[in-house]
């Protein structure tokens, strides 16, 4: 485990770099707005924790009206389990027996969902159940468009709610329907488009179950980049988004429809400038293993005179503005990462401050349970 760079009371400015760390007001604005508009129109907010891997987050949700997490791994459920979060729902096919009956085990202690997309998957997470005397949600999952996991909309969706039905160790926890790939369509219309064919598959699925006498009791589904479309199709009673308590600079680049709501950067790489070889280039201490990357370079915050160019393991080189002064040796800077979810993962703690002072350091509990 990293050392902490931080302690609660200490000043900002003395992090060790680099760090994440989190501007809690903005943070806390963010988790405000989402809980207030999804419980306007009646619908069930589980935000995805896979963002922010981090439990004291997951309890912030929960207490702004949340009614459990989702989560994409088995240790990862296991880690916010222990940490006292009662509902949680991992998105995500699970077929390995060892992986199975820790999922069982854990439902002892928490209500547990899993998703299935394949009949034969159910009986094995059935007997896991049962061996562990316990019951677990199994939703299935249904591809509304993304092209990853989940079976045909319609009559398949109902042939797996009814296989899981006749399970006595299995509940029917409903429909999930996710469009990862709408989440960072740049158009408004792009991810209208996408979400409103997304819906109609959703529909057709929750039909097929009702017609075969099952109840459908939640269609879930959702993400930071579309949940507004999901939350006025009529279709979908429970939205995921994740990445809206921290966003990052991929989500930034998504341009907004009219009326639609933009959350606030809150998380950030805090870096320092350990050179300045020329007045054009400055070199700052957060890299290739301070960032991920798949989503593009970071972006330096509120500094227009300063571009992040490229990086190799621990150093990032920064363009300086013509006609700019180049940065301090030591100057402290923030760093928006380009995808949030896996730059968390590369840390063991998350500096949350306030002002000028730090008020928590948090654990990222469930860091590397890739499991």
């Known amino acids: 485990m990293q050392r902490a760079p931080a302690s609660p009371g200490d000043p900002v400015a003395s992090i060790e770099t680099p760090a994440l760390v989190l501007d809690l007001d903005a943070f806390e604005r963010n988790v405000d707005a989402m809980a207030r508009e999804v419980a ?6 589980r935000p995805h924790a896979k963002a922010h891997k981090t439990p004291a987050i997951a309890q912030a949700q929960m207490a702004h009206g949340a009614v459990g997490v989702c ?5 990862e459920a296991v880690a916010f389990v222990e940490a006292g979060i009662p ?13 199975l009956l820790r999922l069982a085990a854990l439902a002892r202690q928490a209500r547990i969902g899993v998703l299935v997309d394949d009949g034969r998957a159910i009986a094995p997470l059935a007997h896991a159940a049962s061996t562990m005397g316990t019951t677990i949600d199994a939703y299935v999952e249904v591809d509304v468009g993304a092209g990853r996991c989940g079976v045909a909309p319609g009559e398949a969706a109902a042939t797996l709610a009814r296989l899981v039905a006749g399970e006595r160790s299995l509940r029917f926890g409903g429909l999930h329907c996710y469009h990862g790939g709408a989440q960072h369509l740049r158009a408004p219309e ?5 979400i409103a064919a997304a819906a109609s598959r959703a529909a057709e699925s929750r039909d097929a179950v009702l017609r075969s006498g099952i109840e459908c009791p939640i269609v879930t589904g959702a993400g930071t980049g579309t949940w507004e479309h999901e939350m006025a199709s009529g279709v979908w009673n429970e939205l995921q988004p994740g990445s809206y308590v921290f966003m990052d600079a991929d989500y930034a680049r ?29 070199i700052c201490d957060a890299g290739l293993k301070a960032f991920s990357f798949d ?6 915050w509120r500094r227009d005179d300063l571009v992040y160019r490229k990086a190799s393991d621990e150093h990032g080189v920064l363009e300086v ?14 760093l928006v990462p380009g995808h949030c979810d896996p730059t968390v993962n590369l840390y063991d703690w998350i500096v949350a ?10 654990p990222v509990a469930a860091r590397g349970a890739l499991g």
């Open 71 to 75: 989560c994409q791994k088995v240790d």
């Open 87 to 99: 509902d949680v729902l991992v998105t995500n096919e699970i077929v390995a027996p060892s992986k």
């Open 254 to 282: 998504n341009t907004p429809g009219d009326g639609e709501r933009r959350f606030e950067h809150s998380l950030f790489v805090l870096a320092a400038v350990m050179s300045t070889p020329t007045r054009e280039r400055a």
């Open 353 to 362: 401050y306030r002002g000028d002072r730090v008020e928590h350091v948090w």
């Open 190 to 194: 792009e991810r209208r488009g996408a």
């Open 321 to 334: 503005a013509a006609g700019a002064s180049a940065p301090s040796l030591g100057e402290r800077l923030l």
């Open 40 to 45: 306007s129109r009646g619908l069930r907010l």
């Open 295 to 300: 989503s593009g370079l970071p972006v330096a």
